[in-house]
């Protein structure tokens, strides 16, 4: 889940940093399947709060199918519906395989570890690693590369081993 920011200026050091993370995160997986036996592929995911049901996915996927083709009050009628279900949040996967192997990896997670402090998803709140930004509050390329470095060859060091 993405952490909670409720400080302004956390928020505009985060936006500073999330794309350049991703950035180097993708390039140093790039790295990494380069030197590795597993072969990987990019995915679109849904990442739902914890404890929805499969039922409840299906409701949520079914309204929001029907908001495309519903008239302004129908879509009132479900908007309401949407706003007391668990709804799913965009997320992006590195899928893994190497012979019958299979591994998944989150990329907005691993993005999240290298932007924050000491980044766990059960924690509400996150702080900034500041170390990253520099005295003129721009990102420090060298060390944002070398901790995203760091996170992704752990990444790869806790896949299964072959």
């Known amino acids: 889940m993405p952490p909670k920011i409720t400080n302004p200026v956390a928020w505009q050091q985060a936006e500073i940093l999330m794309q350049p993370a991703f950035i180097r995160v993708i390039d140093n997986i ?3 399947l380069d030197e590795s036996s597993w072969t990987g592929t990019y995915h679109d995911v849904l990442i739902w709060p914890p404890n929805t049901t499969d039922e409840i996915k299906a409701l949520v996927s079914e309204l929001l199918q ?3 083709t519903a008239t ?3 879509a009132d009628e479900i908007r309401g519906t949407l706003a007391r279900l668990p709804m799913p ?3 992006y ?3 893994l395989q190497r012979q019958q192997q299979e591994a998944s990896i989150d990329l907005w997670e691993l993005c999240y570890q290298v932007c924050f402090l000491e980044y766990s998803s059960e924690k509400e709140a996150a702080d900034i690693d500041t170390s990253l930004i520099d005295e003129f509050g721009e990102v420090d ?3 944002l590369d070398a901790k995203s470095k760091e996170l992704v060859e752990e990444a790869f060091a806790k896949l299964p081993e072959g």
């Open 66 to 68: 029907a908001m495309e």
């Open 30 to 32: 790039r790295k990494q």
């Open 141 to 143: 390329w060298l060390r």
């Open 89 to 91: 949040h965009p997320g």
């Open 72 to 74: 302004p009050q129908e």
């Open 93 to 95: 996967h590195l899928r």
